[in-house]
């Protein structure tokens, strides 16, 4: 990989590679942009086949950052932190050694919650910085906001697809039932919405079928349902060259973060099947509106206003992509990059000239 060439390519503004000895530690601390404010982005430990794997994905998820910041329209920027290990490797002193780094940062990079964290985890890293959020009780965690989002982004996908605002009786199917997944089938059975289910734990569909009377099916078989709404609720990538030829729902509307296996590929691939897109990282803003708003001294109606902002967000994005003929992954990232720059624009006025 040629280092400095991919990140001038992909915009970032420094990488930050963190190694230790005792504890032994390989983190990699990747901020996108600060334009909009300090660099948030939370922290995934993994077990990264080969470093560059672990750079790739920091990258990646930054960038996604910094444009689910600007679309959400959050005073903040994007950043993302990997650690390479394996969890059977996590150790208190593992994090705590962690969080000095982000401490150095000096509030240039806030960081929380992601993949192979616990909460205990992420407390260990509080003992040697503020730098970190999400470990507020207050708002009893991010997901049931990130549901309501997918929900109200569920509502304007319907009214640009369908041009309707007639949700009762549509079929939605919903995959992974977890903290996420679960709220939203709350709000899609309040209005009348039929529900189609899967995940990889039954004892999570049982519960569903059981509140909701939603219909199970087994996880190979929830892409190709006659739905009118596929809702990716588990893992990334399950939007790719094998599942797409699969799908009838006319939306895709989810809370999974990188549902496409290839963003340009992928965002074309379901453009030409006429399907509506919502791009993951604008329509499951709400987990990082949260976080935000714990921040800055919780709020609940603030919270909740900010959520409602995806609704307008959304249709704005759909608009783009049918005026322009393009994806709306292309639309949401041309909203995303104006907004930051019009940002610099007010900062340095002769990039406004
Ligand atoms: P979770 O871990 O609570 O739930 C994920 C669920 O998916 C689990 O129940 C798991 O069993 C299931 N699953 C895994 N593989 C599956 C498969 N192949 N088929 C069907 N089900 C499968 O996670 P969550 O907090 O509900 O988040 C869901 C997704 O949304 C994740 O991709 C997450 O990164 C993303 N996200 C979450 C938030 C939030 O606020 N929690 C915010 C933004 C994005």
Same mark, same amino acid.
């Given at each position: 990989?040629? @280092?400095?060439?991919?990140?001038?390519?992909?915009?970032?503004?420094?990488?930050?590679?963190?190694h230790g000895k005792n504890p032994d530690i390989k983190a990699i601390i990747a901020i996108h942009d600060r334009t909009l404010g300090p660099a948030m982005g939370a922290t995934r430990l993994f077990p990264y086949v080969s470093e560059e794997a672990a750079l790739k994905d920091a990258l990646?998820?930054?960038?996604?950052?910094? !444009?689910?910041?600007?679309? /959400? *329209?959050?005073?903040?920027?994007?950043? %993302?932190a990997v650690i390479i290990a394996h969890p059977e490797q996590k150790t208190p002193e593992l994090f705590r050694a962690y969080g000095r780094f982000i401490e150095g940062l000096n509030g240039r990079f806030i960081t929380g919650q992601d993949v192979n964290l616990t909460p205990e985890d992420v407390r260990s890293i509080r003992k040697e910085t503020k730098y970190v959020v999400g470990v507020s009780e207050k708002s009893g965690g991010p997901a049931?906001?990130? /549901? @309501? =989002?997918?929900?109200?982004?569920? &509502? +304007?996908?319907?009214?640009?697809?369908?041009?309707?605002?007639?949700? %009762?009786?549509?079929?939605?199917?919903?995959?992974?039932?977890?903290?996420?997944? %679960?709220?939203?089938?709350?709000?899609?059975?309040?209005?009348?919405?039929?529900? !189609?289910?899967?995940?990889? $734990?039954?004892? #999570?569909?049982?519960e569903v079928k059981q509140l909701f009377g939603a219909t199970v099916v087994?996880? %190979?078989?929830? !892409? /190709?349902?006659?739905? $009118?709404?596929? +809702?990716?609720?588990?893992?990334?990538?399950?939007?790719?060259?094998?599942?797409?030829?699969?799908? #009838?729902?006319?939306?895709? +509307?989810?809370? /999974?973060?990188?549902?496409? =296996? $290839?963003?340009?590929?992928?965002?074309?691939?379901?453009?030409? #099947?006429?399907?509506? !897109?919502?791009?993951?990282?604008?329509? *499951? +803003?709400?987990?990082?509106? *949260?976080?935000? *708003?714990?921040?800055?001294?919780?709020?609940?109606? &603030?919270?909740?206003?900010?959520?409602h902002n995806i609704y307008d967000t959304l249709l704005a994005i759909f608009d783009i992509a049918k005026q322009q003929k393009i994806t709306t992954n292309d639309a949401s990232k041309q909203l995303a990059e104006d907004r930051i720059m019009n940002a610099k624009k007010s900062k340095i006025p002769e990039l406004a000239a």
């Open positions: 990989m040629l @280092l400095f060439e991919t990140v001038r390519e992909m915009g970032h503004e420094q990488v930050i590679f963190c990646r998820l930054s960038r996604g950052m910094t !444009y689910k910041a600007a679309c /959400a *329209n959050i005073p903040a920027g994007g950043g %993302k049931p906001v990130t /549901a @309501l =989002g997918v929900f109200l982004g569920i &509502k +304007a996908a319907v009214e640009s697809h369908w041009e309707s605002q007639e949700l %009762k009786g549509l079929k939605v199917a919903i995959q992974g039932l977890g903290n996420v997944g %679960k709220n939203l089938c709350h709000h899609l059975h309040e209005h009348g919405m039929k529900l !189609y289910v899967t995940d990889v $734990d039954t004892a #999570k569909t049982e087994s996880p %190979k078989e929830i !892409y /190709a349902l006659d739905v $009118d709404i596929f +809702a990716p609720c588990a893992l990334g990538g399950m939007l790719n060259s094998e599942t797409i030829p699969l799908l #009838k729902a006319g939306i895709i +509307a989810g809370a /999974a973060n990188n549902q496409l =296996g $290839d963003e340009q590929i992928h965002s074309q691939m379901l453009t030409q #099947k006429g399907i509506t !897109y919502c791009p993951d990282y604008v329509i *499951n +803003a709400g987990g990082l509106i *949260n976080v935000y *708003n714990e921040m800055i001294g919780y709020n609940e109606e &603030k919270a909740f206003q900010q959520v």
